[in-house]
């Protein structure tokens, strides 16, 4: 099965002074999707946005939306999310008591679902899930801030969510998130990513365009 490689510019690596400007700019420069990264200062040491500003930026882009909860009791912020223009929510294994409720719940609400796991989670964690899912999302670094290294460690899991999914005949979309630049996109790709957020490699520079190409480029050649 063929699964281009899309690239998933993170807006916590934006100017959230001028946000509306950024998403137009990444969207021009050839994003394939916005990530868009909620923190709730207990699930993870950091607090970004809430369902308000989703709302506000639902108009400015005709991209998905890929809202990642890192916060404590998701359930409860579904349907706020799902309202504000969400196209896509992205729950932690290890913040559901139950997965499979909290996966269904966000289909009743007509988005895609995804699950993902923090690097010190076993990939065996999110297994009894994934024919309930739209998307896994591998965390490549430790979830709450932009700017840190990437851990190379998560290739393990993300090649067996590849071959899981070969082997299952799924279709989920395998993500990575945290520390992903031209220099590993390439590396990732090669395990089995096909979609890339990437914050600070996107939003650091002054050329979207040409960062984004860069990235996708790299990966590409993973491919082959
Ligand atoms: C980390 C977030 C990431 C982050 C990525 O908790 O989930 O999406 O914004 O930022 P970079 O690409 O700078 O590591
Ligand atoms: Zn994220």
Same mark, same amino acid.
């Given at each position: 099965?063929?699964?281009?490689?899309?690239?998933?510019?993170?807006?916590?690596?934006?100017?959230?002074?001028?946000?509306?400007?950024?998403?137009?700019?990444?969207?021009?420069?050839?994003?394939?999707?916005?990530?868009?990264?909620?923190?709730?200062?207990?699930?993870?040491?950091?607090?970004?946005?809430? $369902?308000?500003? !989703? &709302?506000?930026?639902? =108009?400015?882009?005709? *991209?998905?939306?890929? /809202?990642?909860? +890192?916060?404590? #009791? %998701?359930?409860?912020?579904?349907?706020?999310?799902?309202?504000?223009?969400?196209?896509?929510?992205?729950?932690?294994?290890?913040?559901?008591?139950?997965?499979?409720?909290?996966?269904?719940?966000?289909?009743?609400?007509?988005?895609?679902?995804?699950?993902?796991?923090?690097? $010190?989670?076993? !990939? &065996?964690?999110?297994? =009894?899930?994934?024919? *309930?899912?739209?998307? /896994?999302?591998? +965390?490549?670094? #430790? %979830?709450?801030?932009?700017?840190?290294?990437?851990?190379?460690?998560?290739?393990?899991?993300?090649?067996?969510?590849?071959?899981?999914?070969?082997?299952?005949?799924?279709?989920?979309?395998?993500?990575?998130?945290?520390?992903?630049?031209?220099?590993?996109?390439?590396?990732?790709?090669?395990?089995?990513?096909?979609?890339?957020?990437?914050?600070?490699?996107?939003?650091?520079?002054?050329?979207?365009?040409?960062?984004?190409?860069?990235?996708?480029?790299?990966?590409?050649?993973?491919?082959?």
């Amino acid at each position: 099965m063929h699964h281009p490689i899309r690239i998933a510019p993170s807006i916590l690596a934006a100017d959230f002074g001028r946000l509306e400007h950024e998403i137009r700019s990444v969207e021009a420069a050839g994003a394939d999707l916005i990530h868009v990264d909620v923190m709730d200062g207990h699930f993870v040491p950091n607090i970004t946005l809430g $369902p308000v500003v !989703v &709302e506000g930026i639902r =108009p400015t882009t005709r *991209l998905e939306l890929d /809202v990642h909860l +890192m916060i404590e #009791n %998701p359930w409860d912020y579904l349907e706020p999310f799902a309202k504000a223009g969400a196209d896509s929510i992205t729950v932690h294994v290890e913040a559901c008591p139950d997965p499979a409720d909290t996966l269904d719940k966000i289909h009743a609400l007509g988005k895609r679902a995804g699950i993902v796991m923090s690097p $010190p989670t076993p !990939v &065996e964690s999110v297994e =009894p899930f994934l024919d *309930l899912v739209e998307r /896994v999302l591998v +965390m490549s670094v #430790n %979830p709450g801030f932009g700017g840190q290294s990437f851990l190379p460690e998560v290739l393990d899991k993300t090649r067996a969510l590849a071959r899981w999914r070969e082997e299952r005949g799924l279709s989920y979309d395998i993500e990575i998130d945290g520390g992903i630049k031209e220099t590993n996109s390439r590396e990732v790709a090669a395990a089995g990513a096909e979609t890339l957020v990437a914050g600070s490699a996107v939003f650091g520079g002054k050329d979207y365009a040409a960062r984004i190409d860069a990235i996708r480029s790299a990966a590409e050649q993973g491919r082959t």
